[in-house]
């Protein structure tokens, strides 16, 4: 069992940055593969970053990629989602994922991780 807890999400204006975090229990959490995903109101939750068990690979979502680093601490079971440039349209609650599988699997690509947090809001006025 993991569970996830985010912070670092409140308002900003555009062209600003914030620091997600997301803090994970359990033993095995240098295992997993961690995800970030987020969704706006009215929006299905979409993919935005994910990182590798070890932070040796990493993948983002056409729309942040160049703006946004996921990164992980696995020794203080930690991953992170840097954003900067932040857009009015990068508002959401977004939500750290966790699960065993490796990052390529289908289940994961799908977004179906098995451990989600409860989700900290970012909102980017214009």
């Known amino acids: 069992q993991v569970q996830l807890v985010e912070s670092g999400g409140g308002l900003v204006q555009a062209g600003g940055s914030l620091r997600l975090s997301c803090a994970a229990s359990g033993r095995t959490f240098s295992s997993y593969t961690m995800g970030w995903f987020r969704q706006a109101p009215g929006k299905e939750r979409e993919f935005v970053a994910v990182?590798?068990?070890?932070?040796?690979?990493?993948d983002y979502s056409d729309s942040v990629k160049g703006r946004f680093i996921i990164s992980r601490d696995n020794a203080k079971n930690t991953v992170s989602l840097e954003m900067n440039s932040l857009k009015p349209e990068d508002t959401a609650a977004y939500y750290c994922a966790a699960d065993p599988r490796n990052m390529l699997s289908g289940r994961l690509i799908r977004g179906q991780y098995d451990y989600w947090g409860q989700g900290t809001q970012v909102t980017v006025s214009s």
């Open positions: 990182i590798s068990w070890n932070g040796g690979r990493t």
